[in-house]
């Protein structure tokens, strides 16, 4: 199985910043990569696919980055409604598997 | 735009079958190249695949749950389901049924989610 792993796990912000999130494959996954917000109680939502194609009605603040191994998600200016966790997930081979998720808080 | 639901027991005692449903409206499930797939939640915890099947009948399954696990699909109900036996308490979690787009490799339409409970 490709391991993801995300950091951090949890970050502090505020409305306006700019925020980075990293995320790694345990193996090369081309640009096999999706990018997911979930907030609590709620189905996870696409961002990214492909590593940096936005997916329809997708805030353009937030954009991604990488091949291979190394991905990034960044949001370029907070707002109050990115406060959520996001998770990668690869898209190479089954089985499918995420990251385990980065929790973006208010700071 | 294609909607999903998810459907079945909120509570399964140990050692028995979890079985849902997801139904699909506004679109048909035998339309497109789309996978149908299960996602679970562990309270507090992160995404897990569980498998995907084709509008064919083929299907794809996390090896961690293949021998306990069966994905089918009705095209006639416009639905598909999940049968996992022998459950445990490590079962317990939010189960999401989800559209794969299998020229994007993503999934870009969810259900809303269904707790399912494993306890005596």
């Known amino acids: 199985d490709i391991q993801m792993t995300q950091s951090p796990s949890s970050l502090s912000a505020s409305v306006g910043d700019r925020v980075t999130i990293t995320c790694r494959a345990s193996q090369s996954i081309s640009t096999y990569l999706n990018w997911f917000q979930q907030k609590p109680g709620k189905a996870p939502q696409l961002l990214m696919y492909?590593?940096?194609s936005l997916q329809s009605g997708v805030s353009s603040r937030f954009s991604g980055s990488g091949s291979g191994t190394d991905f990034t998600l960044t949001i370029s200016s907070l707002q109050p409604e990115d406060f959520a966790t996001y998770y990668c997930?690869?898209?190479?081979?089954?089985?499918?598997?995420f990251g385990q998720g980065t929790r973006l808080e208010i700071k | 735009q294609v909607r999903l639901q998810e459907s079945g027991p909120g509570l399964v005692k140990p050692s028995q079958t979890l079985s849902l449903t997801c139904t699909v409206s506004s679109g048909s499930i035998s339309s497109g190249d789309y996978y149908w797939s299960w996602i679970r939640q562990p309270p507090g915890k992160g995404l897990e695949w569980i498998g995907y099947?084709?509008?064919?009948?083929?299907?794809f399954y996390n090896p961690s749950l293949e021998s306990r696990l069966i994905i089918s699909i009705d095209t006639s109900k416009n639905q598909f389901s999940l049968k996992l036996s022998s459950v445990t308490a490590a079962d317990t979690a939010v189960y999401y049924c989800a559209r794969r787009d299998g020229q994007r490799l993503l999934h870009d339409s969810w259900g809303q989610g269904t707790l399912v409970t494993v306890s005596s």
């Open positions: 997930q690869q898209s190479y081979s089954t089985p499918l598997t």
């Open positions: 492909a590593a940096s």
């Open positions: 099947i084709y509008r064919n009948g083929v299907s």
